[in-house]
């Protein structure tokens, strides 16, 4: 795999996925390489994910936002979203810096309070992205040894519902 080009690469690694997935994580790229059109974009097939990221810089602390697939579905992440001002309260987690959106599907990342939410955190970066080269992909890892992207079989559940349910009174506060 070391001669195939970047490309090349990411088509093999989205292919491992169920159709459906495999179909959002292209539609999600398509969709991120438009809305970040200068910079890089840092492929990392790891053991649980494959992960795309996008910024000015080759390294993974560049990155700004990435869209990350998991076998049942993509999520949008904020590497720094615990900064941002999220007035319609769309990101999950807790940490100190990253924040996420699980994608309902790849038109999600059309949605206005979305596409806000990621130019909020691209503007402090828009200069070093504006000196970059057009979006250039590069595969940064892609390791052997990896969980199955597709679900198990038998096991049909959708993402957590009884998780989701505590966010929404979280969020507003019951």
């Known amino acids: ?100 959106i699980r994608l309902q599907s790849p038109d999600d990342l059309d949605r206005a309070d979305i596409k806000q939410l990621i130019s909020q955190a691209l503007a402090p970066h828009a200069e070093a992205l504006a000196r970059c080269p057009r979006i250039e992909t590069i595969v940064k890892l892609a390791v052997a040894r990896q969980r199955s992207r597709r679900p198990r079989a038998g096991n049909t559940s959708k993402p957590n519902a009884k998780k989701a349910r505590k966010r929404t009174k979280a969020r507003s506060g019951l």
């Not at 438009?34 to 990221?53: C, K, Q, S, T």
């Open 1 to 100: 795999m070391k001669s195939a080009t970047p490309a090349a690469q990411v088509a093999e690694f989205i292919g491992r996925y169920a159709p459906d997935i495999a179909r959002a994580m292209t539609l999600s790229r398509r969709k991120m390489r438009a809305l970040v059109p200068r910079g890089y974009e840092l492929v990392y097939d790891n053991y649980n994910a494959l992960g795309i990221g996008y910024g000015p810089g080759q390294k993974a602390p560049h990155a700004i936002v990435s869209i990350v697939a998991y076998p049942r579905w993509v999520t949008l992440f904020f590497l720094y979203g615990a900064k941002l001002h999220d007035p319609h309260l769309l990101l999950e987690g807790t940490g100190s810096r990253v924040r996420s």
